[in-house]
């Protein structure tokens, strides 16, 4: 799979960062900065990598929290994936990008009776249940709208993943799922339901595994349910593996899709099921950079900063886990390297890129710099914090460059309030 971020050699002016076939600093000087760059091809070639690994036995549900840009979505349904959803929001963004809702599954610990509503009325292919009142009330809402709800339980395996604990979520001790003990019971209830249709079991233990040995062994746990309610005369048609695959931000060793195809096989075997899978971050991380120019070079004391023009309200993952992102410079250079602080401009000491971070003593005011692994939960989880509008995003494709989200107008921030009430 090749990173769609390098270095070439330009005909004048030394090595350049291009993504695909474009140089990042003509985009840059078109479409200002912040902006989010994203590689379709690497999207593709992620999605596709992990589809032919996992085989025709298993649906890949893009996870939409990732990056919901309507354009993602819109490529990921041509390409034939299906959409594991948190929200009402995020289903009305699949429908609107085309997207299949029989391979749609809604996930989540808060749903409302209005979203349960909507993903009934939109026929969706399963709602992953996350508590027992929430079973409570999908059986209601379908009996209302006079149809079967199609359900699966989210089971919490009690595994322990070793990710940043924000982002562990297979654990007793969460918020998610239902625990494992107390499946069975539910599940005898809900095969007794006329508005209920138990199709499957879910389990998701976290986000950015690199060792996929703890999604191996909640696997098995989940197996061993779908065995028990064998048993209980309750068959289930599919089990749903959550997402969780990790990247490489930095120096990490991430799992190959082969990697992953494989510990999944060696945990199901020949169950004769199919397989959800829910991944994210794996599809679009490496997709995506952000843009940011270099506004000020500043010293406290003995500190460098480099203070650039995006902030933590535009990607806030660094501010958020103390996340490792790559910062590269436009322009290679062999010149010598000194540590700086990238900061943004917001009010806050937590709004930082990298501390001591390695890069070019001759960093120049106006120069612009990439910050890599941007593609998932960046865009995603901005903000107008700062009253800043939000940045635009790009996507390329080969040497064709489209705008898939403008960026913000200043009107827009206020666009929702009474000017004066
Ligand atoms: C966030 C989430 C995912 C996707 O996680 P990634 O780490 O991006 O693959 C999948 N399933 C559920 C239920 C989630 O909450």
Not at 38 to 49: C, G, K, V
Not at 127 to 137: C, I, Q
Not at 292 to 310: H, L, Q, S
Not at 327 to 343: C, T, Y
């Amino acid at each position: 799979m090749t990173f769609p971020f390098h270095y070439r050699q330009l005909l004048h002016g030394g090595e350049q960062l291009c993504v695909e076939d474009l140089s990042l600093a003509d985009l840059a000087e078109r479409y200002a900065t912040p902006t989010y760059v994203y590689s379709e091809s690497y999207l593709r070639q992620r999605f596709h990598a992990f589809t032919h690994a996992l085989g025709p036995q298993t649906t890949l549900c893009y996870a939409v929290k990732a990056n919901a840009n309507l354009s993602i979505l819109n490529r990921l349904a041509r390409w034939g994936a299906g959409f594991d959803i948190v929200s009402g929001g995020e289903l009305a963004r699949v429908l609107r990008a085309g997207g299949d809702p029989t391979r749609v599954v809604f996930s989540g610990v808060g749903k409302s009776r209005d979203e349960i509503r909507r993903a009934l009325e939109a026929e969706i292919y399963c709602l992953n249940v996350e508590s027992p009142a929430e079973l409570a009330r999908i059986e209601q809402v379908a009996a209302e709208l006079g149809c079967r709800a199609p359900i699966a339980m989210r089971v919490n395996p009690d595994v322990e993943a070793s990710t940043h604990p924000y982002i562990a979520t297979g654990l007793r001790e969460t918020k998610f799922g239902i625990p494992m003990a107390e499946a069975p019971l539910l599940y005898e209830r809900a095969a007794r339901s006329r508005h209920l249709e138990v199709l499957g079991v879910a389990c998701h233990i976290g986000s950015q595994l690199l060792d996929l040995a703890p999604i191996a062994e909640a696997a098995r746990r989940v197996v061993q349910l779908y065995e028990a309610l064998g048993r209980q005369g309750i068959h289930l048609q599919h089990l749903d593996l959550g997402g969780g695959v990790g990247i490489r931000y930095h120096d990490e060793q991430a799992p190959t899709p082969a990697d992953y195809a494989a510990i999944l096989d060696a945990a199901l075997g020949d169950l004769p099921v199919r397989r959800v899978v829910e991944l994210g971050r794996a599809l679009v991380g490496n997709a995506g950079a952000l843009l940011t120019r270099v506004e000020y070079r500043k010293y406290n004391g003995n500190r460098a900063f480099c203070v650039v023009d995006a902030a933590m309200n535009d990607l806030l993952r660094p501010s958020l886990y103390g996340a490792w992102h790559e910062i590269w410079p436009l322009e290679r250079r062999a010149a010598a390297q000194a540590p700086m602080d990238v900061v943004g401009p917001v009010c806050e000491s937590g709004d930082f890129f990298a501390k001591a971070r390695p890069l070019p003593a001759d960093l120049r005011e106006g120069e612009v710099l990439a910050i890599l692994g941007a593609g998932a939960y960046g865009f995603a989880m901005s903000s107008q914090y700062n009253s800043r509008p939000r940045a635009a995003e790009i996507l390329v494709h080969g040497t064709d460059a489209r705008v898939i989200r403008r960026r913000e107008t200043l009107g827009e921030l206020w666009a929702a309030e009474e000017p004066c009430a």
